[in-house]
């Protein structure tokens, strides 16, 4: 089975930087409010996962890799889909570890084919 995040290499290059930073780092969506439907990066552990989240899976960047989890509610409508994690300038969401740079990381998805599921 292929794996269903990747990230760009721009977005590679960010998570570098903030990892530097901040230490390790993680990923989750949970389709709510304050831009909940973007990817929000915190310090690893930060941002408490639970039964409600699906892992889907880690991204690696050099010796380092960075799991991504979304919210079992929001994967139902994204189950579909492998999801790209890119970064792109503006201001996001004040909770996710880019804002303050003036970034901010995006989804870009593709359907998934009959294979891949």
Do not use: K, N
């Not at 977005?11 to 969506?29: C, E, N, T, Y």
């Not at 389709?31 to 880690?58: I, N, Q």
């Amino acid at each position: 089975m292929m794996p269903r995040v990747a990230l760009t290499p721009e977005a590679a290059d960010l998570l570098r930087r903030l990892r530097a930073s901040h230490g390790d780092l993680m990923f989750h969506q949970s389709g709510g409010c304050c831009d909940g439907s973007a990817p929000m990066c915190y310090p690893a552990g930060e941002f408490r996962t639970g039964a409600s989240d699906v892992h889907l899976g880690d991204l690696a960047v050099d010796s380092f890799s960075v799991p991504v989890w979304m919210s079992a509610a929001q994967f139902e409508y994204w189950s579909h889909t492998h999801l790209t994690i890119d970064v792109v300038p503006g201001r996001g969401s004040g909770f996710s570890l880019e804002a303050p740079l003036g970034m901010r990381f995006l989804v870009r998805s593709r359907l998934l084919s009959e294979e891949e599921l």
